[in-house]
């Protein structure tokens, strides 16, 4: 049961056929024959005779038969090739997934169909003809308020794959908004699943739809409950009240330790918010949710990435994900004014941060020294190449790592910065490190800097100097 079988071998009679090329599908050597049995067979099971029982026959149709189970999962194999997939689609094989969708109670059946048409789906001309379908993506909408985990992880793959087509994307996207439920069913997930895989999948969805469509992003910001489709209205008042952030912390916090790629995507999602003022709004004007998002992220940078012990290179794995981390903290800090919960304890956090900070800092120059017995190549191809995704990426985290290490700095107070000096934090060389970043664009924020030091230790103030004379302050 946890693999599905390996696709049936040609029976004999079978063999025979496929020498003359009449069975087989394509350049495969899967019998059409045999194909287009399993498929009736799937037809037979929902047609209206089949489908009208009695109470005492619904438990039955919640299973599927061993041997059809097995054949079925053969389909789903075989899908992954493109010749099966086109034939599958030459043969109307969607509309009969979209009849055992609407009309089937069995889960695994269920997941199962969803599952090939996921795998035809990866092929773009099947792609679009999926889409264009408007019932049948209704249909695969309506699977989104399933109950069944398995049938949810397909679902959550196959419209991922879909909004990952730019020639579809939108289509799904309206789609999507036409059905406001979907926002109710994706947030019960985030917040009450278990299923890590499942919340990776449905994580890269909503991950996706953000980064597609910034007017759906705002109405998820701002929704509240919806009643479910088909949600009879004596149970409306049953229904939570979803909100977007609490549902992305609480999968993020699922998928920590289990799945890096995961958290990355669920920081990702964070961070889109925080390009609207909505989406800033949404974190830190609840002071629970604000401090639940800032406790967590804090958590993520001083205490599980880019660590002392961690080797340099360390960076290049977690770059993305620090990138958006700190563009969170960054946002939140931004807008502490208002934030009395960021008052109260500020004296614990800055410390902590610009160790954090100073260290990917530092550990960015170690990644992008070139060694110095490599192989050198000067033709435009390599040098190119030299400004790989990786480069472009270190970048980014720069950028975000300077903006929010200036931002602390400008708040600093003389007892922080005698704190920071007498444990480390503020020591010779990570101040260096940090000038050497900052200089020349937080030019100010620097001088400001200076100025408190000499008060606490000139001597290190003066040493900082003389390492960088345009920063002399003015006495």
């Known amino acids: 049961m946890d693999r599905n079988p390996s696709?049936?071998?040609?029976?004999?009679?079978?063999?025979?056929?496929?020498?003359?090329?009449?069975?087989?599908i394509g350049s495969t050597v899967y019998s059409k024959h045999w194909l287009f049995g399993v498929l009736s067979g799937l037809i037979q099971m929902v047609s209206p005779e089949?489908?009208?029982?009695?109470?005492?026959?619904?438990?039955?149709?919640?299973?599927?038969?061993?041997?059809?189970?097995?054949?079925?999962?053969?389909?789903?194999?075989?899908?992954?090739?493109?010749?099966?997939?086109?034939?599958?689609?030459?043969?109307?094989?969607?509309?009969?997934?979209?009849?055992?969708?609407?009309k089937s109670r069995c889960p695994r059946l269920r997941e199962i169909c969803v599952g090939i048409l996921g795998n035809m789906a990866c092929f773009q001309e099947i792609c679009v003809s999926i889409s264009s379908d408007k019932n049948l993506g209704q249909v695969l909408l309506?699977?989104?308020?399933?109950?069944?985990?398995?049938?949810?992880?397909?679902?959550?793959?196959?419209?991922?794959?879909?909004?990952?087509?730019?020639?579809v994307a939108s289509v799904?996207?309206?789609?999507?908004?036409?059905?406001?439920?979907?926002?109710?069913?994706?947030?019960?997930?985030?917040?009450?699943?278990?299923?890590?895989?499942?919340?990776?999948?449905?994580?890269?969805?909503?991950?996706k739809l953000f980064d597609l469509d910034e007017k759906l992003m705002l109405e998820w910001i701002r929704n509240g409950a919806v009643q479910p489709l088909d949600q009879p209205q004596e149970d409306a008042a049953e229904q939570p009240v979803f909100k977007i952030v609490p549902c992305v912390l609480e999968a993020a916090k699922q998928v920590r330790s289990e799945n890096p790629e995961g958290l990355d995507v669920y920081m990702h999602i964070l961070q889109l918010l925080t390009t609207v003022d909505d989406g800033i709004q949404a974190i830190v004007q609840c002071p629970a949710t604000g401090k639940d998002t800032w406790n967590l992220l804090f958590d993520l940078v001083c205490h599980e990435f880019c660590q002392s012990d961690d080797p340099p290179i360390i960076l290049q794995e977690q770059k993305t994900v620090l990138a958006s981390v700190y563009s969170v903290l960054s946002a939140i800090f931004a807008s502490q004014a208002e934030q009395e919960y960021l008052k109260i304890e500020e004296g614990k956090y800055h410390l902590p941060l610009i160790d954090s900070l100073i260290r990917v800092l530092q550990n960015m120059e170690h990644c992008q020294k070139k060694p110095e017995n490599s192989v050198d190549s000067n033709t435009e191809e390599t040098k190119k190449s030299d400004l790989t995704q990786d480069d472009f990426h270190l970048k980014?985290?720069?950028?975000?790592?300077?903006?929010?290490?200036?931002?602390?700095?400008?708040?600093?107070?003389?007892?922080?910065?005698?704190?920071g000096v007498k444990e480390g934090q503020l020591s010779k060389q990570k101040c260096s490190c940090a000038f050497k970043n900052l200089l020349p664009f937080y030019s100010p924020v620097i001088e400001d800097f200076l100025k408190i030091l000499h008060e606490v230790d000139k001597t290190l103030a003066d040493d900082l100097e003389e390492s960088f004379p345009s920063l002399k302050v003015q006495t």
């Open 50 to 102: 089949n489908t009208k029982s009695s109470s005492d026959e619904e438990e039955q149709q919640m299973e599927l038969d061993e041997e059809m189970e097995n054949e079925i999962c053969r389909v789903w194999d075989m899908s992954m090739d493109e010749d099966v997939a086109l034939f599958l689609q030459e043969f109307n094989a969607p509309d009969i997934f979209m009849g055992v969708l609407a």
């Open 396 to 419: 980014i985290l720069k950028d975000i790592s300077c903006e929010f290490l200036s931002n602390i700095f400008q708040v600093l107070t003389k007892e922080t910065v005698a704190q």
């Open 172 to 207: 799904w996207v309206e789609r999507i908004r036409e059905y406001p439920a979907i926002y109710d069913s994706i947030c019960f997930i985030m917040s009450s699943s278990t299923n890590v895989d499942l919340l990776v999948k449905i994580g890269e969805v909503v991950d």
């Open 7 to 24: 696709p049936p071998l040609p029976s004999r009679d079978e063999e025979e056929e496929e020498g003359a090329g009449g069975d087989c």
């Open 142 to 167: 309506h699977c989104l308020y399933d109950s069944d985990p398995p049938t949810l992880l397909e679902t959550s793959r196959l419209l991922l794959t879909c909004l990952s087509q730019t020639e």
